[in-house]
């Protein structure tokens, strides 16, 4: 029998929907419930039959004492998702760890110049105050001072909107600016840029403003966007249902506080800045800001600013100068920290993806296939059409379509898993598409065309045709290029007897093609086993990390690879081709490929070039194929458009960011590769030759990771 949970949850607020998110995540991968859950929001009370019910767990989230009294009264287990709590009763809470969160807007106002403080909160709240106490507490053990306001959120001692807007008002003119002000929410944050723009305080260039649960809706209402510390509420969703399961299975009933920590800063135009006093300078700064990303000069910034280019006193000089040094020196630095807002972003699309893998191995005791969906059935276009559907995968689908459900991405599995009667020209359809969809490169079928955030790192600006939708993250085979077009299974499900035994002795990674693996499956440690890698996507640029370039005369998979000219022999062959002029370039474009068969290019496909990569060569090093058939496998190492390395998923759901230099053993060593008649063979069974960085994308080649990466 399912157990049954009600979820005493607002509804009506985006923190409120994304701990549900949590919960159903968790629900998703570890077993159904019969959960009661109705509209409502964070003021209103249990409802009535609560008392009379005997069902088996609660996740509560109410407003006060007296109400969180009446769920403990059930007797039921409990997790409390609120800060409101007695300490003695058995049950678990799990909340934000406010102490983090008044330290990361600290240290985020720090970074940004600010020497001049502010902090604004609700009286007698205690998150408010332990987000506050921990904001003044790190700014004193760095030397500054902050003012604090405080006004009862409720009660009759609260104030209307026009005398809390007067007050907030008269204290931001108490003090000196430019001024870094932090709000214990996101609503507190609203209030004090309503009142910069009564009193026409330029933000953030005076005043920069930073609250607390990133609302995109109200952040974005705000005036500027208001900058947000993000809370973590779908781990604690996902940590309330797990504690809840083991409470309902028998578990011991203890009470203790479980802290979840905030996921970051994210950054708006309300924090947009870097503090300076000199108003001249900070004009100029404030247009380097807005513009950095447009090629601009010195020259710019004088026009723009209307002060000191046409100049000849030593005034103008002196300021003229101090221009320049402001784009020579800060107009990177702004650069770099918009950079590493995206890397953040990036890095943390790569952990849902990582949680993802677990919740997916949770719930089927295996890690999706790389080379999964329907087999191919004999006959008919694998396509399908626009008009009559049909058409068939033929086992082609990347382990990100697996993994859809896991992302919050339930829809789009839907509509892929079922008939879809929808396609990207949006013109009537007499017959669906095929559950699983067709053939992955089929345009018209919307599933495939779709750009799917999760799966996109904001560094990379690729987008548009004549890709499909693209990604970013690519499953890691190992350390061998050879033969990834074939498995161990065939597109028909049937084993493979041609190709079988030499897949499994050079497809050494977390995933195989065609082929199921487990954790189990990966003997040199989760830790120390990379299961997935960035990868840049094609700009029309000739970049040697993203254009597909082939040696030629081709490598073959039937003869014994030999010779410098052999991918699979040497996997430096195909560097003869860069421009010595410009060392990241391919000197002319490639021929052999169509415009679409590009990295990253489509999203939804297991062929290499699109999503995989081998840990051959180190992060950032040059594509290289060994025929005009992109399938087949070849040189495909990671890469990013962060500066140095790349971020890197290991097996236990870390994500860590590997530099360039890694150590990578001998870089033109042949790859591990057997003939499918068995006849010849190089390094099967054998540790990687690629040292380091080798060793990381191998999963059962018993190297030892003793150095720190």
Excluded at 120 to 139: D, I, K, N, P, Q
Excluded at 695 to 705: D, M, N, Q
């Amino acid at each position: 029998m399912k157990p049954r949970v009600a979820l005493l949850i607002e509804t009506s607020s985006q923190f409120g929907n994304e701990i549900l998110h949590g919960i159903l995540r968790y629900i998703k991968s570890h077993g159904d419930w019969s959960v009661f859950l109705e509209q409502r929001d964070f003021m209103r009370t249990p409802p009535h039959w609560l008392k009379k019910w005997h069902g088996d767990g609660i996740i509560s989230r109410v407003h006060s004492l007296e109400w969180l009294d009446e769920v403990i009264e059930t007797g039921v287990p409990l997790v409390n998702l609120n800060d409101r709590s007695r300490g003695e009763d058995q049950h678990i809470d799990v909340q934000s760890d406010d102490d983090q969160v008044g330290k990361m807007a600290a240290e985020y106002l720090l970074d940004r110049g600010f020497r001049h403080f502010g902090c604004c909160g609700f009286e007698g709240e205690g998150w408010s105050v332990r987000r506050m106490a921990a904001f003044v507490r790190t700014l004193r053990r760095a030397g500054f001072k902050c003012s604090t306001y405080e006004s009862p959120k409720y009660g009759s001692e609260s104030h209307d909107w026009e005398e809390r807007q007067k007050r907030i008002t008269k204290w931001l003119h108490s003090m000196p600016r430019p001024v870094g002000i932090f709000t214990c929410n996101d609503v507190r944050g609203q209030a004090v840029l309503d009142a910069c723009s009564t009193e026409q305080l330029a933000v953030p260039e005076t005043v920069a403003v930073i609250g607390v649960n990133n609302d995109n809706l109200l952040c974005d209402f705000c005036s500027p966007p208001l900058s947000s510390v993000m809370l973590d509420a779908k781990a604690i969703g996902y940590t309330a249902a797990e504690l809840l399961d083991r409470y309902m299975a028998g578990g011991p009933r203890e009470s203790e506080t479980i802290f979840i920590s905030p996921l970051g800063v994210v950054t708006r135009q309300s924090t947009d800045v870097m503090a300076i006093d000199d108003p001249d300078v900070a004009a100029a700064l404030q247009f380097i800001r807005e513009n950095a990303c447009r090629g601009i000069t010195v020259k710019d910034v004088t026009d723009a600013t209307g002060r000191f280019h046409s100049s000849r006193t030593i005034g103008g000089n002196r300021h003229y100068w101090c221009v320049g040094v402001l784009v020579g020196l800060l107009l990177p630095a702004v650069q770099a920290a918009r950079e590493a807002a995206r890397r953040m972003s990036c890095s943390n699309n790569f952990k849902q993806i990582g949680l993802a893998i677990h919740n997916y191995h949770a719930a089927y005791n295996q890690l999706p296939r790389h080379g999964g969906g329907s087999h191919e059935t004999p006959g008919g276009d694998s396509n399908g059409d626009e008009t009559i559907g049909g058409g068939n995968d033929r086992s082609e689908l990347s382990i990100l379509v697996g993994l859809t459900p896991f992302i919050e991405q339930q829809a789009l599995w839907e509509s892929i898993s079922n008939p879809s009667m929808q396609n990207l020209s949006n013109t009537t359809m007499t017959s669906p598409w095929s559950p699983m969809g067709p053939a992955p490169q089929t345009r018209e079928y919307v599933p495939w065309s779709s750009e799917i955030p999760g799966f996109r790192c904001p560094s990379d600006p690729g987008t548009g045709l004549p890709s499909l939708g693209r990604t970013n993250y690519a499953a890691c085979l190992g350390d061998s290029g050879y033969i990834l077009q074939k498995g161990i299974n065939q597109t028909n499900g049937d084993p493979d007897t041609v190709y079988g035994q030499a897949c499994r002795a050079s497809h050494r990674g977390a995933f195989m093609v065609r082929n199921t693996t487990r954790f189990r499956d990966i003997l040199d440690g989760l830790a120390n086993t990379i299961a997935a890698a960035e990868i840049t996507t094609y700009l029309g640029d000739l970049d040697t990390r993203s254009h597909t370039r082939r040696i030629s005369p081709g490598s073959s998979s039937v003869s014994a690879p030999s010779g410098n000219a052999n991918v699979y022999s040497n996997p430096t062959a195909c560097d003869k081709y860069i421009d010595p002029t410009r060392p990241q370039f391919w000197a002319t474009a490639e021929t052999g490929f169509d415009a679409g068969r590009k990295r990253g290019f489509k999203w939804a496909s297991s062929n290499p070039i699109f999503t995989a990569v081998v840990t051959i060569r180190a992060p950032n090093k040059p594509l290289c194929l060994p025929t005009s058939d992109d399938e087949y496998g070849g040189v495909l190492p990671p890469s990013s458009r962060h500066q140095g390395g790349v971020h890197v998923l290991m097996g236990d759901g870390a994500v860590k960011f590997v530099t360039d230099s890694i150590e990578a053993g001998n870089e033109t060593a042949a790859m591990t590769w057997q003939l499918r008649d068995g006849s010849d063979s190089n390094n099967v069974g054998g540790k990687s030759p690629y040292g380091l960085w080798g060793a990381l994308g191998t999963r059962a080649s018993k190297e030892v990771i003793e150095a720190d990466f």
